[in-house]
């Protein structure tokens, strides 16, 4: 039987109200109700809620199973607990994946965090595009990646974090560095350094509309290297907003109303060891945190 799906069954139970259950384990509604009725199915079409008006209550069955899932979580959580206390000088190793610039910032704060509260948890880092790192989420090279795609495959399950906002890092004596704020027709015909793998493809649907293909001149895997390339004016980048910061040479400046929308990447239905869970659980909650606190008006 599915842990996840006896999981949220717990909480839901507990709530009985569809929404407020999804919101507190971080997953869509419809993905709830579809958990609900498969764990259903696989007790043989018992019911183990029933509507009254717009909400539910457990039924009689769904009481005698809340009883003995509740006992059964307990039992596996003190199990591990024990496990984990058992073994307590053994490492714990996190394998994340980041898209480029995505280590600056909050998540590279969340991780030291993480190190410091805990001292058997260890990293280890991949960065590279959405589309190479949802591959080693498939293949369990990694336990989540943090993207800035999603696609259809019903294998991973994807939580979306929030969204960083795109800037460009100029030369200090381009033209355009006294400008508050760009458009991408300002710079589409600008000598391009593309920074990794997935940061120079978007910029052409960023452009559309502009009679000009885009230039790139040269393409780097790394921050340092592209603003070693630009402080020497051979061109421009494109770069998020966890990437700024005070540097000889550059002149950072804003892409007006242009977003790029991240996403908690795991393999669905995947069992994550408490340790990797927690971090990935308390990571998504602080960047939801801090994405809320810049978009209300009374934090402005």
Known sequence: MNYNYLRYFSVLAQVEHYTLAAARLGISQPSLSS????????????????????NIRLTE?????????????RELNNASMTLRDSSASAPVVIR?????????????????????????IHFHITESSAEEL????????????????????RSLHFRRLGLRSSWVA??????????PFLVPQQISQEPQIAFQYDMKSPFSQWASGVPA??????????????????????GICLISEDCVRDY??????PVKNWHQALY??????????????????ELVKTIRTLEKEKTDPQNR
């Open 61 to 73: 069955e769904g009481r005698y199973f809340q009883e003995k899932v509740d006992m059964a979580l």
């Open 35 to 54: 958990a609900i009725h498969h764990l259903e199915d696989e007790l043989g079409g018992v019911k183990l809620f029933e509507k009254t008006g717009r």
């Open 248 to 253: 000889p040479g550059i002149r950072f400046l």
């Open 264 to 281: 908690m990447c795991i393999l669905y239905d995947k069992w994550l060891e408490p340790p990797v869970w927690g971090f990935g659980e």
């Open 134 to 153: 949802m591959d080693l989420v498939r293949q369990e090279k990694l336990d989540m990646a943090i993207v800035n795609d999603t696609n259809r495959d």
């Open 213 to 234: 293909e885009e230039n790139v001149v040269c393409t780097v895997n790394s921050a340092q290297a592209a603003f070693d390339l630009v402080a020497a004016g051979i």
């Open 96 to 120: 994340l994946g980041v898209v480029s610039g995505t280590l600056h910032g909050t998540v590279a704060q969340s991780i030291s965090q993480t190190m410091q509260h805990n001292a058997r």
């Open 170 to 179: 100029l030369p200090q004596k381009h033209p355009l560095r006294k400008e």
